[in-house]
């Protein structure tokens, strides 16, 4: 019984630090920048996870499952931490990426949109400061509208195509208002029911004055 009792051993210390550590880092490997410690906390895990994993190899420590569980966790949260700043840093360049498109497109287009419509319409209304702006709800068209008619109209509408990156059309923006005298300028917001994400360009559709 004594020689029994001798040869009982204790549960691997290392292996036992390993797997808590590994736990914490594992639990926090999706969350972005945090896991960035989590990816050190399972560096250092593994390291305990292995010096006890050697340790019960060698019958000196008890707990070989211990010491296998901790080394799988930590080798598991360190994937993930990889993985998911992948992800994060894809997604990141694609967002970056749309925007500096959706700002390239949408100050180009107005202008030969703007010199047209005024070329064609110069002695009745122009137009002029055509933007986009918006926010991920709604996509807006802002503008100014100049009465030259020499007379003051009763009724005045202005509406937009809006495209995306394709060149496929995904909504129309409208905006309206009356009695505008004559020479008087009209500051208008066309609005459409569409984020500003989806619009990557626009182009002047409808213009009505009565």
């Not at 590994?22 to 960035?36: D, E, H, K, Y």
């Amino acid at each position: 019984m004594e020689n029994q009792s001798s040869e009982v051993k204790g549960k691997s210390t290392a292996a036992i630090v390993g797997l808590v550590l590994g736990i914490v880092a594992l639990v926090t490997s999706f969350v972005p920048f945090v896991n960035n410690l989590s990816f050190i906390l399972a560096l250092i895990g593994t390291v305990f996870a292995v010096v006890g994993l050697v340790g019960t190899l060698r019958g000196k420590r008890g707990g070989k499952g211990l010491a296998i569980a901790s080394t799988i966790v930590n080798v598991l949260a360190l994937v993930i931490v990889l993985a998911t700043q992948s992800m994060y840093s894809a997604a990141l360049d694609e967002a970056v990426n749309s925007t500096s498109t959706a700002s390239t497109t949408t100050t180009s287009a107005p202008a030969s949109d703007t010199s047209a419509a005024a070329a064609d319409s110069a002695d009745k209304y122009t137009i002029a400061g055509e933007a986009l702006t918006g926010d991920s709800y709604t996509s807006k068209i802002t503008g100014t509208f100049t009465n030259n008619s020499g007379e003051k109209l009763s009724y005045v509408s202005v509406s937009y195509s809006l495209f995306d990156a394709e060149g496929n059309q995904v909504d129309t923006a409208y905006a309206s208002t009356s009695n505008l005298d004559a020479g008087g300028a009209w500051k208008y917001e066309a609005t459409a029911l569409s984020g500003t994400d989806k619009v990557a360009s626009f182009k002047l559709g409808d213009v009505t004055t009565l």
